[in-house]
C-alpha cells in the first residue's frame, strides 16, 4: 500500500496501467538493427538548425525542384555550407539531387518523410 491507502496499481498513471492502448508503443516490437540506423541517419541529418531551414525551404516547394543557387540568398549562407549541408540531407535519403548543367536541384523524398512520421507517432 502507499501513502492514501492505495496500492501500486491504483497509483500507477494510466499510460502505465494500459499498454495495450497504444500508447508509447513502437509498432509492436524492437527495432531490427537496420530500422535503427536508418531512422538515426535520418534524425541525426535533421538535427542540425541550418539543414532545418534548408529542408523547410525545399519543402515549401512542394513537389517543385529547388535550385541550390536560390537557397544562398534566402538562407544568408555561404555556397560551401549550402552544399555541404545538402550533401548531408541527399545522404540520409531525405533529398534528392538532380544535376541540370552547372546547377544542382534538390526536391523532398515524400516516403521519407512519411516514414519518420510513422517512425515517430507512438500513440
Known amino acids: 500500500m502507499y501513502a492514501g491507502g492505495m496500492t501500486a496499481t491504483e497509483n500507477a498513471p494510466e499510460r502505465l496501467l494500459s499498454p495495450t492502448s497504444g500508447c508509447c508503443s513502437l509498432h509492436g516490437s524492437p527495432l531490427d538493427t537496420a530500422t535503427a540506423d536508418r531512422m538515426a541517419a535520418k534524425l541525426k541529418a535533421l538535427s542540425d538548425p541550418t539543414r532545418l531551414r534548408i529542408l523547410s525551404h525545399v519543402a515549401a516547394q512542394g513537389c517543385e525542384s529547388v535550385c541550390a543557387c536560390d537557397l544562398i540568398d534566402v538562407l544568408d549562407v555561404s555556397q560551401p555550407t549550402i552544399s ?37 507517432n507512438l500513440t
Open 84 to 120: 555541404h549541408h545538402l550533401k548531408r540531407l541527399v545522404e540520409a535519403g531525405l533529398l534528392t539531387r538532380e544535376q541540370r548543367r552547372k546547377w544542382a536541384y534538390y526536391t523532398i523524398i515524400q516516403a521519407a518523410f512519411t516514414e519518420l512520421r510513422d517512425f515517430l
